[in-house]
């Protein structure tokens, strides 16, 4: 394993230490914790908006605190759920009387754990609404699936609402509604390795590639020999499509997401062919992300995300902050 840390116990700490140096005039942290929030808050009269989970996935999603987006990233250990006191710590610098909206990945201890300071900082009277995401159609039960890379369109539509004043009752049906709308699917060319275990989460050959992975390094649905970008792409969409309700006509929103080794020129080329089956079957993209959104680790691969946009959600991702 060869990783630029200093320790493996630091790991998580002093990158949030880096990320508020570098950007002093937007973020802060609170001490004692790995809780990033925006320089200027709590804003008055805004509904804030908190998200977070395992480290791992940068930018996500300390990457997305910031005007129009997120209020504040909690950031537990890397692939480790953040505990319900840093929540609550988050939760309690950003409210400023307005309410707050828990963004959360469909993760057992995210899910618990985001809960749990909740109901905490409902004890000390702040309004507090969640939104869970899962976006990963490689499960089949829609109540088991994952949240990954569509959570990041979350982020942008519902910091877009937010930051029109809109209350916090509409702002969590802006959020539902995307997470509702919102379908993902993952292929993976080779594994990541957590720092805390020196070891690949699971191994693959040379020809080998796996199809509906996690972005904790879990296995996927099925392991394929490896194939031309072209026919990847084409799987994934098609796995994505068969679980939307688009018709000729639809407006999406397209995410092509690398995983943390991928290079720009593969996600470009998996773009290409992307938006190209989408064309042919008279579904309109008014917007295109090519990049790293939601990574994990140095996997290489990528994720293909599409968002069905009706008039709002359209307005709010064309009008918000990437």
Avoid: W
């Avoid at 910031?66 to 840093?86: I, R």
């Avoid at 307005?98 to 993760?107: D, Q």
């Avoid at 982020?155 to 539902?176: F, N, P, R, T």
């Avoid at 796996?210 to 792409?233: F, S, Y």
């Amino acid at each position: 394993m060869k990783k630029l840390i200093n320790g493996v116990d630091q790991i998580v700490s002093e990158m949030v230490e880096g990320l508020v140096a570098a950007h002093p005039d937007k973020l802060r942290s609170i001490e004692n914790t790995n809780v990033i929030v925006r320089a200027d808050a709590p804003v008055q009269g805004k509904v804030a908006l908190i998200s977070g989970g395992g480290s791992g996935h940068e930018p996500a999603h300390a990457g997305y605190v910031g005007e129009g987006l997120l209020d504040a990233a909690v950031s537990g250990e890397v692939f480790t759920s953040p505990t319900p006191d840093q929540v609550l710590e988050a939760i309690k610098a950003v409210d400023s009387g307005s309410g707050v909206l828990l963004i959360v990945k469909n993760y057992s201890g995210d899910v618990m754990n985001f809960d749990m300071a909740a109901d905490l900082a409902e004890a000390e009277d702040i309004t507090v609404k969640q939104v869970v995401i899962r976006d990963d159609v490689a499960i089949s039960n829609p109540e088991d699936r994952r949240g990954v890379a569509g959570t990041t369109l979350v982020h942008m539509i519902a910091g877009a609402a937010a930051a029109e004043g809109k209350s916090l009752d509409e702002v969590e049906a802006i959020a539902q509604s995307v997470a509702d709308n919102l379908r993902s699917m993952g292929v993976s060319l080779s594994p990541c390795t957590v720092p805390a275990s020196g070891k690949p989460g699971f191994t693959l050959d040379e020809n080998e590639m796996e199809i509906g992975t996690g972005i904790h390094g879990e296995q996927g649905v099925e392991r394929r020999e490896l194939m031309q970008a072209d026919a990847v792409t084409e799987e994934l969409v098609q796995h994505v499509l068969d679980d939307m309700h688009l018709n000729d006509g639809s407006e999406v929103a397209l995410m092509i997401n690398g995983q943390g080794a991928t290079p720009l020129m593969e996600l470009y080329i998996v773009a290409r062919k992307a938006i190209q089956l989408l064309k042919d079957r008279g579904i309109h993209v008014k917007k295109t992300f090519v990049g790293e959104y939601m990574t994990s680790l140095e996997m290489t691969g990528c994720s293909v995300t599409i968002l069905n946009l009706d008039k709002e959600r359209k307005r709010l991702l064309l009008s918000g902050r990437e």
